[in-house]
């Protein structure tokens, strides 16, 4: 089976971004979103991915930003990966010339496979738990019987995960990755190192 890779989001420090590096994790994620306690300025970011070791990839989070903000940003920022949280549509994710993954927020009643079609370009889709008036990053879990089998996407899985439980859902949902951010940290916007160390050996269990 292939191996299941992993993205730490929130990163707001160097020390942070590269405990999560060694302890394996894929990719790290930054929030360029400003009401999030874990956003990061542009200068930030550069700081953090100038001091990464070659093939982590670097994921930039937006919620509903503006063509112009964002282009801002990805002229300061050398990020890999877009992850648009917000609302959204398949015009607004495309056209940034880099490959993009789409969170959506799930919730009993909807129909996954159709919002994953809608996202076409997309090189991924991240499943993660609907919470009235929070774009991401509750800590919530979701109910993971409602991913169903052979989405046309990878699937990334977010959404409450820790230590704890990581390993049983990736059992259940066999996502292409997992993402976490409030499950291994000391506070809002600082990482936690065991708990990145235990979170990581769970992925590699599961």
């Given at each position: 089976?292939?191996?299941?890779?992993?993205?730490?989001?929130g990163?707001?420090?160097?020390?942070d971004?590269?405990l999560?590096?060694d302890?394996?994790a894929?990719?790290?994620?930054?929030?360029?979103y400003?009401?999030?306690?874990?956003a990061?300025t542009?200068?930030?970011?550069?700081?953090?991915?100038?001091?990464?070791?070659?093939?982590?990839?670097?994921?930039?989070?937006?919620?509903?930003?503006?063509?112009?903000?964002?282009?801002?940003?990805?002229?300061?920022?050398?990020?890999?990966l877009?992850?648009?949280?917000?609302?959204?549509?398949p015009?607004?994710?495309d056209?940034?010339?880099?490959?993009?993954?789409?969170?959506?927020?799930?919730?009993?009643?909807?129909?996954?496979?159709?919002?994953?079609?809608?996202?076409?370009?997309?090189?991924?889709?991240l499943l993660?738990?609907?919470?009235?008036?929070?774009?991401?990053?509750?800590?919530e879990?979701?109910?993971?019987?409602?991913?169903?089998?052979?989405?046309?996407?990878?699937?990334?899985?977010?959404?409450?995960?820790?230590?704890?439980?990581?390993?049983?859902?990736?059992?259940?949902v066999?996502?292409?990755?997992?993402?976490?951010?409030?499950?291994?940290?000391?506070?809002?916007g600082?990482?936690?190192?065991?708990?990145?160390?235990?979170?990581?050996?769970?992925v590699?269990?599961?």
């Amino acid at each position: 089976m292939t191996a299941v890779r992993s993205k730490i989001c929130g990163i707001t420090r160097i020390e942070d971004a590269l405990l999560a590096v060694d302890a394996g994790a894929d990719a790290i994620g930054l929030v360029f979103y400003a009401k999030s306690p874990r956003a990061v300025t542009a200068q930030q970011a550069r700081a953090i991915i100038a001091q990464l070791p070659p093939f982590v990839t670097t994921v930039g989070l937006f919620v509903d930003a503006s063509r112009c903000e964002l282009n801002e940003i990805l002229e300061l920022v050398p990020l890999d990966l877009l992850q648009f949280h917000g609302d959204e549509s398949p015009a607004d994710c495309d056209g940034f010339q880099r490959p993009y993954i789409k969170a959506l927020r799930v919730k009993p009643g909807d129909d996954i496979a159709a919002q994953v079609e809608r996202y076409q370009n997309a090189s991924g889709v991240l499943l993660d738990t609907y919470v009235p008036g929070i774009p991401g990053g509750t800590g919530e879990t979701f109910d993971w019987s409602l991913v169903p089998q052979g989405l046309a996407k990878p699937i990334i899985l977010a959404g409450g995960l820790h230590a704890g439980n990581v390993a049983a859902a990736i059992a259940q949902v066999r996502p292409y990755a997992v993402d976490v951010s409030g499950g291994v940290e000391a506070q809002k916007g600082i990482k936690d190192a065991e708990k990145i160390r235990a979170f990581m050996q769970a992925v590699k269990a599961g």
